[in-house]
């Protein structure tokens, strides 16, 4: 089956700590991207990927890192710059620039203790 | 001015009847907008795009397109009690080279047996 999977569902971090999200597609999609929301808000964009070895930042980028080696992958690493990392984390992809319906992973969950 | 607002809701319409559901954007230079649906604690799943004005019916869902007056929305006809979630709009952000989706806040929809 086509997809996309996020791992882990759920993230415990302590404080200082980074911590990698990963997000594995087989739609043969050349955009990634990932977004974090947070209570009452809208879906806020991260960094996103047109193709492999590509990436830019989105709205959010302070404190978040990624790398996107292959077509099907693209980890975020959520660093401990980032002030307030709690959140839901969801990855998407598209085929690219001029199809962007996008299509979200199943989310990781990110508590900071 | 927020680039994509919903009204937060949440809207209650019983078993059977027609969910309304607005989205206003700001950029006039948008032409791809989405429909996402979000049940809680889950991620966003897409269900309907349009990209021109007027109608666009897929089953009991219908999305409507102004662009002049830079207004998209979703009825949901023969409302279901699992069709209760919350509803995201996403606009994308600019009309030439790579497009960003903005999303709102959502609009949360309550169907009542």
């Known amino acids: 089956d086509g997809g996309i999977t996020q791992s882990p569902k759920y993230l415990f971090r302590k404080e200082g700590q980074n911590v990698t999200l990963s997000c594995e597609q087989n739609?043969?999609?050349?955009?990634m991207y990932w977004y974090r929301q947070d209570p009452g808000q809208g879906l806020r964009l991260i960094y996103y990927?047109?193709?492999?070895?590509?990436?830019q930042k989105g709205d959010i980028a302070e404190g978040y890192s990624v790398s996107r080696e292959k077509k099907e992958s693209f980890p975020l690493t959520v660093t401990s710059a980032q002030k307030n990392p709690t959140a839901f984390y969801l990855c998407?992809?598209?085929?690219?620039?001029?199809?962007?319906?996008?299509?979200f992973g199943p989310g990781t969950r990110l508590t900071v203790l | 001015q927020k680039e994509v607002e919903q009204n937060s809701g949440p809207l209650s319409v019983p078993e059977g009847a027609i969910a309304s559901l607005n989205c206003t954007y700001s950029?006039?230079?948008?032409?791809?907008f989405f429909w996402y649906r979000q049940y809680s604690g889950k991620s966003p799943e897409l269900i309907m795009s349009?990209?021109?004005?007027g109608d666009k019916e897929d089953g009991r869902f219908t999305a409507q397109l102004n662009k002049a007056s830079q207004y998209v929305s979703l009825l949901i006809r023969d409302s279901q009690p699992s069709d209760s979630a919350t509803y995201l709009c996403?606009?994308?952000?600019?009309?030439?080279?790579?497009?960003?989706?903005?999303f709102g806040t959502g609009t949360r929809l309550l169907v009542s047996p």
């Open positions: 998407a992809s598209s085929f690219g620039v001029y199809h962007n319906e996008q299509f």
């Open positions: 739609l043969n999609h050349d955009a």
């Open positions: 990927s047109q193709i492999v070895n590509d990436f």
């Open positions: 950029d006039r230079g948008s032409q791809s």
């Open positions: 349009i990209y021109s004005n």
């Open positions: 996403a606009v994308n952000r600019g009309n030439t080279g790579f497009q960003k989706l903005v």
